[in-house]
């Protein structure tokens, strides 16, 4: 009888996921177009484009990437492996849950105290980047720390007794049994980077530069999804609706890309050992 119920769960979860996913993308998917992926976005005539804002997130999403993942590792590596085990390390510990679960409209507002007003830097990609990989840092932490709790105890010793030094025992032994959970919760802060409209609104503005490749740190820094909230809230070109319809269909497709990016290396990896 139980088996039937998590079956039926499951099943009914998938459906409207499903039904979900055809909701916002059977419009948008079909009128997507080179032109509107790489075309600059117009504030009057219909027919602009998403390439600015769609490029910001990409550079964006690597920024707080390339700052985050080295740090949250550390700290997670840190925290299972050579922390002590005190009241100190205890209250970090539920300091980091608690930044976990903080909104993200928070970190924009801590961006805007340090980058801002700090350092008279505006609203730039940089203040952006930042403030993203602030967001990330807590989840990406704890998502290492568990992963590497969780390897069975004897790999680690039996790594030992063969001569491994500690820290050669946590790069060749621990990291890649646990790479599973490490890239699932990369994966997690990848999509919610990538999606995520609060913070790149206070830090990075809602406006681009203007140019389609721009790398220049200190430019304006518009996100898809701070287009998109754009468009649907303050815009007055014409096919507003639609520019909305097709820059959801793209935000939903990029995430998922990120996830099977990240994802199908470990089921080949996986795969492979069962061989």
Not at 48 to 73: D, K
Not at 240 to 255: E, M, P, R, S
């Amino acid at each position: 009888m139980f088996d039937i119920f998590v079956w039926a769960a499951g099943i009914c979860i998938i459906l409207f996921i499903l039904g979900l996913l055809f909701m916002l993308l059977r419009k948008g998917l079909p009128m997507l177009t080179w032109d509107f992926l790489t075309g600059l976005p117009s504030e009057i005539e219909e027919g602009g484009g998403i390439g600015p804002a769609l490029f910001n997130s990409f550079y964006i999403l690597f920024l707080s990437l390339a700052i985050s993942i080295p740090l949250g590792m550390a700290a997670g590596i840190y925290l299972a492996e050579f922390a002590p085990d005190n009241r100190f390390i205890g209250f970090i510990r539920i300091c980091v849950e608690g930044l976990s679960s903080v909104p993200s409209i928070i970190f924009g507002l801590f961006g805007i105290s340090l980058f801002v007003d700090m350092f008279h830097l505006d609203l730039t990609i940089l203040g952006g980047a930042v403030s993203l990989a602030f967001l990330n840092l807590p989840m990406l932490t704890r998502v290492t720390e568990e992963s590497l709790r969780a390897v069975p105890p004897e790999l680690k010793n039996a790594s030992l007794a063969l001569g491994s030094t500690h820290l050669q025992t946590i790069v060749r032994t621990l990291i890649p049994v646990a790479s599973s959970g490490i890239v699932t919760g990369i994966c997690l802060t990848a999509g919610r980077a990538f999606g995520e409209s609060a913070v790149i609104i206070l830090t990075a503005g809602v406006t681009t530069s203007g140019s389609l490749w721009d790398f220049n740190l200190l430019s304006p820094g518009e996100t898809l999804a701070v287009h998109l909230w754009y468009v649907q809230s303050e815009a007055i070109v014409p096919d507003a609706g639609d520019i909305a319809q097709k820059a959801t269909a793209v935000l939903i497709a990029v995430v998922l890309l990120i996830n099977l990016t990240f994802r199908v290396p470990l089921w080949i990896r996986a795969r492979n050992m069962k061989r």
